[in-house]
């Protein structure tokens, strides 16, 4: 497969696209005749590179200048504690590192290092492709250990369009970093696609950033239905108009759904199915909850899907090679599917989330997926977003507790007793359709709830 700058450059036309970052915006026809990386571009042929910038434009200048010229590029989050760094360093055998100018890392990380720049630097550059770049993302399993995940360029963008969209004038964006497979594959989309992206920025307030958007006139955004929730709560969702709105990461519930499209009611609502190592499976753009079960089988298209043991299972030709390192599980099984984790039901020839198998809260030996009360919970106009998860219980073992952000206005005043009615209200409507372990022993309205910088709920023991 071409490389990014090669399948940027190889319409012999003006190079098309342009990275719209918090502290500066960079047209990558500037690429042609400069570097992000000075004059050391041509010093890491061949290397493993870590890229450890803590600003995603510098991040995202050298996702494309290295792509063809390094060996391997290892995308590390800016959130990675330190202590990690030298294990993954050391996994990845990375011989180099790409870091921010003026944030110089432990010479001991990597022998050679390289300091990224949002401004460029003019002079020759050979962008020849020497190498079928490999790429390396970071996940998290249970215990929040990183684990290197091992990438293609193919199989992170597989039949992503290429330069289509920009006679359209489309302008994507998303909540997600781009060094997270979510917000990856959306700087693969505009990249790929010749449109202009706009990044977020760590620690950017959502006002601030869909502000920024608005002015660049984004016409795709993506990001969790967390980011999502956040973003309507803020009173700022008004401030985009777009076409296209795409939820990954977490399940999409049916009041989001219909709330999204109450927000945007032009738009393309789709809600997709994508994980680290299995890649993109499917998006759904029908504003339902789930996916149709005409989905699940062989031979439809490039993904094959199977449910089995209640968790959804995948393999496709966008699936990652391996993980990296002697102390990691085999990424697939024998015949090349990918457990998610991620348990689904069958009803009326739909599947929908249950939750992922290792977030079960067990109620005195009954089982109970947070997400499944917390989309009843959610359905009540009058809530934003909750959180269900377990507290300690003597005989149970365990009992569900909730945590519920209620949107603006909505917020009951404690003297009227209004507080005590809603929750009663809430919790009559969980008795209503879920078994009696399932309804929440305790509700309480809290302002806010903590996101993973990854925009996913913070969930006990996940």
Same mark, same amino acid.
Request: charged share 20%; hydrophobic share 45%; glycine share 10%.
């Given at each position: 497969m071409a490389s990014l700058w090669e399948s940027l450059a190889q319409t012999?036309?003006?190079?098309?696209?342009?990275?719209?970052?918090?502290?500066?915006?960079?047209?990558?026809?500037?690429l042609s005749k400069a570097s992000s990386l000075g004059t050391d571009l041509e010093a890491l042929r061949g290397r493993s590179v870590l890229i450890a910038t803590h600003s995603q434009l510098t991040a995202a200048l050298a996702l494309v200048e290295l792509d063809g010229i390094a060996r391997r590029m290892v995308l590390c989050t800016p959130d990675l504690p330190r202590e990690h760094l030298g294990r993954i360093s050391a996994t990845a055998a990375a011989d180099a590192i790409v870091f921010e100018e003026g944030q110089p890392p432990d010479a001991s990380i990597a022998p050679y290092g390289v300091a990224a720049h949002p401004s460029l630097t003019p002079g020759p550059v050979d962008r020849r492709r020497t190498e079928?770049?490999?790429?390396?993302?970071?996940?998290?399993?249970?215990?929040?250990?990183?684990?290197?995940?091992?990438?293609?360029?193919?199989?992170?963008?597989g039949t992503l369009p290429r330069q289509q969209a920009a006679a359209g004038g489309s302008?994507?964006?998303?909540?997600?970093?781009?060094? /997270?497979?979510?917000?990856?594959?959306?700087?693969?989309?505009?990249?790929?696609?010749?449109?202009?992206?706009?990044?977020?920025?760590?620690?950017?307030?959502? /006002?601030d950033f869909l502000a920024r958007a608005a002015a660049a006139h984004v016409t795709h955004i993506s990001g969790t239905p967390s980011h999502w929730r956040r973003a309507l709560m803020s009173g700022a969702a008004t401030l985009i108009a777009p076409k296209y709105v795409r939820l990954s990461g977490e399940i999409a519930d049916q009041a989001l759904l219909d709330n999204l499209r109450g927000a945007y009611p032009a738009a393309r609502i789709?809600?997709?199915?994508?994980?680290?190592?299995?890649?993109v499976a499917f998006d759904v753009d029908d504003c339902l909850a789930g996916f149709p079960a005409a989905l699940i089988g062989q031979g439809r298209g490039q993904v094959d899907m199977k449910v089995e043991d209640g968790t959804l299972r995948i393999r496709s030709g966008r699936t990652a090679t391996r993980y990296l390192g002697a102390d990691v599980n085999v990424l697939a099984s024998a015949d090349g599917y990918?457990?998610?984790?991620?348990?689904?039901?069958?009803?009326?020839?739909r599947y929908y989330f249950a939750g992922r198998k290792g977030g079960v809260i067990n109620v005195g030996g009954l089982k109970v997926h947070p997400e499944e009360v917390e989309a009843v919970i959610n359905a009540d106009p009058r809530?934003?977003?909750?959180?269900? /998860?377990?507290?300690?219980?003597?005989?149970?073992?365990?009992?569900v507790v909730a945590d519920v952000v209620l949107v603006d206005g909505a917020s009951p005043t404690l003297d009227s007793g209004s507080s005590e009615s809603l929750k009663h209200q809430l919790l009559d409507a969980c008795r209503r359709v879920l078994p009696a372990h399932k309804v929440p022993?305790?509700? /309480?309205f809290?302002?806010?709830?903590?996101?993973?910088?990854?925009?996913k709920l913070v969930r006990p023991g996940a």
């Amino acid at each position: 497969m071409a490389s990014l700058w090669e399948s940027l450059a190889q319409t012999g036309g003006p190079i098309p696209g342009a990275f719209l970052g918090l502290e500066a915006s960079v047209a990558l026809a500037d690429l042609s005749k400069a570097s992000s990386l000075g004059t050391d571009l041509e010093a890491l042929r061949g290397r493993s590179v870590l890229i450890a910038t803590h600003s995603q434009l510098t991040a995202a200048l050298a996702l494309v200048e290295l792509d063809g010229i390094a060996r391997r590029m290892v995308l590390c989050t800016p959130d990675l504690p330190r202590e990690h760094l030298g294990r993954i360093s050391a996994t990845a055998a990375a011989d180099a590192i790409v870091f921010e100018e003026g944030q110089p890392p432990d010479a001991s990380i990597a022998p050679y290092g390289v300091a990224a720049h949002p401004s460029l630097t003019p002079g020759p550059v050979d962008r020849r492709r020497t190498e079928q770049t490999e790429w390396v993302l970071l996940t998290s399993g249970t215990t929040g250990a990183p684990k290197l995940v091992l990438h293609t360029l193919a199989s992170l963008a597989g039949t992503l369009p290429r330069q289509q969209a920009a006679a359209g004038g489309s302008v994507w964006s998303t909540f997600y970093d781009i060094r /997270r497979f979510g917000g990856l594959q959306i700087f693969l989309r505009a990249v790929l696609g010749g449109s202009p992206l706009v990044l977020s920025s760590a620690g950017e307030p959502i /006002r601030d950033f869909l502000a920024r958007a608005a002015a660049a006139h984004v016409t795709h955004i993506s990001g969790t239905p967390s980011h999502w929730r956040r973003a309507l709560m803020s009173g700022a969702a008004t401030l985009i108009a777009p076409k296209y709105v795409r939820l990954s990461g977490e399940i999409a519930d049916q009041a989001l759904l219909d709330n999204l499209r109450g927000a945007y009611p032009a738009a393309r609502i789709a809600h997709a199915f994508a994980s680290t190592e299995a890649g993109v499976a499917f998006d759904v753009d029908d504003c339902l909850a789930g996916f149709p079960a005409a989905l699940i089988g062989q031979g439809r298209g490039q993904v094959d899907m199977k449910v089995e043991d209640g968790t959804l299972r995948i393999r496709s030709g966008r699936t990652a090679t391996r993980y990296l390192g002697a102390d990691v599980n085999v990424l697939a099984s024998a015949d090349g599917y990918v457990d998610t984790g991620d348990m689904v039901e069958l009803r009326d020839e739909r599947y929908y989330f249950a939750g992922r198998k290792g977030g079960v809260i067990n109620v005195g030996g009954l089982k109970v997926h947070p997400e499944e009360v917390e989309a009843v919970i959610n359905a009540d106009p009058r809530v934003r977003m909750s959180l269900v /998860r377990a507290r300690q219980n003597p005989i149970m073992g365990a009992v569900v507790v909730a945590d519920v952000v209620l949107v603006d206005g909505a917020s009951p005043t404690l003297d009227s007793g209004s507080s005590e009615s809603l929750k009663h209200q809430l919790l009559d409507a969980c008795r209503r359709v879920l078994p009696a372990h399932k309804v929440p022993t305790m509700l /309480r309205f809290v302002p806010a709830l903590e996101l993973t910088p990854a925009g996913k709920l913070v969930r006990p023991g996940a």
